[in-house]
Structure formats: structure tokens, C-alpha cells
């Protein structure tokens, strides 16, 4: 079944991964509406990345609710689910006016409508492919690239030309249509075409034994390997966020113009593709866990640069070495939680996963700009 003609687990991935471009590409914009909050508001930048970082946390939280409900009932319900709940959260930001808004209607109800993106389209695309299940999931983590590249611009734009308020009437609004549109192709597992996984077939009895081999949620978190990923992940989800969500107000302090700014990020966004396709690839022949390290290597690098980086092109070639390990890290995360514990209880197994290290990711932004407002550095 896998070698008919045509596939339907690639409808899957393209449902995922246009849903994946709307759903990161437009919290990604948050660095861009940063300065507009900041002056209509008077708030410092701790205030201000309070609510992103509150926004990254919950969605790491509602991400083991969603794993366990994407394995019981699939991705097309709780997608659905997400499209409304996010519109709803960016039509509020447009209504914003007191500090207690922003982190409601963004830190809650944004991040609860983001939640759902990476556990429930990564575990599914991991269910509908044995081979390439790296190149798969990258091609998915692509449309967070390609949402960073564009929708930063998009938002600059739109700021630029219609306010921050009507844009994001506009982001919630497409967002929410495109995301309710594409989570209509989506199906949980091959089972419901009538279907095995890509490969499953060549696998043989191998494939039988790897099965047997699917641990449990409870099972795994009994494992040491599950809590080193966690750590991992941790770790990168806290110099990531910090990224995102403070390179365009750096940029800003040197004195570069708001598009420009923006175009920092998006070249992070760029870059970012080339890493998850190269990355998630490579995963498929050496293994996660080796590709894993040589994009730490990657990371380290872009970091030690960036304490140099006080002129617009040393933040773009910084922006483009560090935004090749970002698409690495998200494209890996999911074939490495397949290849350590299986696909039985992948939703749930990585959603935990995403919850425990996202406590990095929201930590950073916060911990950044309170540096910065005592430091001024």
C-alpha cells in the first residue's frame, strides 16, 4: 500500500504542515507587536514578555491534555478545536487596553490555541510514516519556518499601514479559516484509509517486533533516556524563545528600522527551513540522537557570534546559522520520541515531553528582558 501510486499520508503532511505555518507563523509576530504594546502602554519589556513567555508555558501544559486527546480522537477534532480558540485570542488582542487583558487574552487563550501544533500534527505524521518519518516531520516543521520567514513581514505591514489593532483582527481571522479548513484532510492513523504506514511493508516481521516494542507513557517516564530529552529540550526551548522574542527589539536598540528588524527574524525563519529539512533527513540515516548533537555544535556556534553582533549584517548572518540549528532542534523532536519509545502512546509521551522542556521556553523571554531592564545590556 505504501507503493501505490499515490500516498494519502502526504495529504496528511501538507494539511500539517499549512496548518503548522498559520498556527507558528502568527505567534511569531509577537516580537514585531512588541514595540507597538510597549509605546501605546508605557510597559517595560519585562511586563511585555510576561505574557508570551505565560502564552509558551500554558501551551506546553494543555500539550499533554492534547497528546492524550489526539490519541483518542484524532487530529481533525482537536485542530478545529484550536482554529477557533486562537482567532478568538488574536480578535481580543485587537480590544486590548489594561495589562490583565494582555496576559489573558494572549497568555491564555493564544496559548491554549497554539497548543495543539506540534504534539498533534508531529505525533500524527509519526504514525503515518515508518520510513522517512525524519524527512516527513521536517517537511511538517517547514511551515513554522516559512510562518516565521513571511508572517513577520505580513504583521510589519500591517502595523505599518493599518495599526496593530486592526492587524490583528486580520491575523486571527485568517488564521482561523486557513486552520479549520486544512484540519478537514487530517486523519489519526492509515487504519481509517484502510492503509498501513509508509514502509510499514518493508519492514516485514521486524516491523511486528518494533510494535512489541512501543512503551507505554508510564513505561516511558520510567526510562532515563525520557528525562534527558526533557533536559535537552529544556535547555534549547530556553535560548530559543529568548531569541525569537527579543532579536528584533535588539535590533531595534542599534538603531535599525522596524522592517529591517523584522527581517532579522524572518531570515531566522529561512534559514530555519533548510535546517529542518537537512536535519530531519539526516535523522533517517544516522539516527536522531548523533544529529542532535551536531546541531548543538551549530547553536554553540550562533551564540558565541551574537556576543559580537553590534551591526545589522552580523545579526543577519547570525540570524542565518542560528535559524539552521532552531529548524533542527523542532524538526527532530518528534522521530526522536518514536525512535526511543515508539508510536503506541507518542500524543501523550510527547506531549509531556513538550510541557516539561516549553518550561524553558517560557522561562527565557521573561528571565532575558528582566536582565535587561536591571542591566540595560
Not at 165 to 186: E, H, K
Not at 209 to 221: K, P, Y
Not at 337 to 358: D, P
Request: some cysteine.
Amino acid at each position: 500500500n505504501s507503493n501505490r501510486r499515490f500516498f494519502y499520508g502526504y495529504i496528511v503532511v501538507a494539511a500539517s504542515f499549512f496548518t503548522i505555518f498559520l498556527m507558528h507563523g502568527t505567534s511569531t509576530t509577537y516580537g514585531v507587536f512588541f514595540n507597538p504594546l510597549q509605546t501605546e502602554f508605557g510597559w517595560s519589556r519585562t511586563m511585555v514578555s510576561g505574557a508570551h513567555s505565560l502564552a509558551f508555558f500554558l501551551e506546553g501544559l494543555f500539550a499533554i491534555m492534547v497528546g492524550s486527546l489526539t490519541d483518542k480522537f484524532g487530529p481533525r477534532k482537536v485542530i478545529v478545536t484550536s482554529g477557533f480558540i486562537l482567532g478568538l485570542g488574536y480578535y481580543l488582542m485587537s480590544q486590548v487596553n489594561a495589562g490583565w487583558q494582555l496576559y489573558f487574552y494572549y497568555g491564555v487563550i493564544v496559548g491554549m490555541g497554539i497548543a495543539s501544533g506540534n504534539v498533534t500534527l508531529l505525533s500524527t505524521t509519526a504514525r503515518w510514516f515508518t520510513k522517512r518519518r525524519g524527512m516527513m516531520s521536517g517537511i511538517v516543521k517547514v511551515g513554522t519556518g516559512i510562518g516565521i520567514f513571511v508572517m513577520p513581514l505580513v504583521a510589519s505591514w500591517l502595523i505599518a499601514n493599518y495599526g496593530w489593532r486592526n492587524s490583528y483582527v486580520l491575523l486571527g481571522l485568517s488564521a482561523m479559516v486557513g486552520i479549520v479548513a486544512a484540519a478537514q484532510f487530517l486523519r489519526r492513523d492509515p487504519s481509517q484509509k484502510g492503509l498501513q504506514p509508509y514502509g510499514a511493508d518493508e519492514q516485514g516481521d521486524d516491523n511486528s517486533s518494533l510494535v512489541d516494542q512501543s512503551l507505554s507513557f508510564q513505561e516511558a517516564m520510567h526510562t532515563r533516556q525520557f528525562w534527558m530529552v526533557c533536559a535537552i529540550y529544556f535547555m534549547t526551548w530556553y535560548i530559543s524563545l529568548s531569541v525569537t522574542v527579543h532579536i528584533v527589539p535588539r535590533a531595534l536598540d542599534l538603531g535599525v528600522s522596524a522592517t529591517r528588524a523584522a527581517m532579522v527574524l524572518s531570515t531566522i525563519g529561512g534559514t530555519s527551513i533548510l535546517g529542518r529539512l537537512v536535519m530531519g533527513g539526516a535523522s533517517d540515516r544516522i539516527g536522531s540522537r548523533r544529529v542532535l548533537v551536531i546541531g548543538h555544535l551549530v547553536l554553540m556556534t550562533a551564540l558565541a557570534w551574537l556576543q559580537f553582533a553590534d551591526e545589522l549584517w552580523a545579526l543577519y548572518l547570525f540570524a542565518a546559522i542560528y535559524g539552521f540549528s532552531h529548524g533542527g532542534f523542532f524538526a527532530l523532536v518528534s522521530p526522536l520520541v518514536a525512535e526511543l519509545f515508539g508510536t503506541r502512546s507518542h500524543g501523550v509521551i510527547f506531549g509531556t515531553v513538550l510541557f516539561l522542556s516549553q518550561i524553558g521556553g517560557a522561562i527565557g523571554p521573561t528571565a532575558t528582558a528582566r536582565i535587561f531592564d536591571i542591566t540595560g545590556s
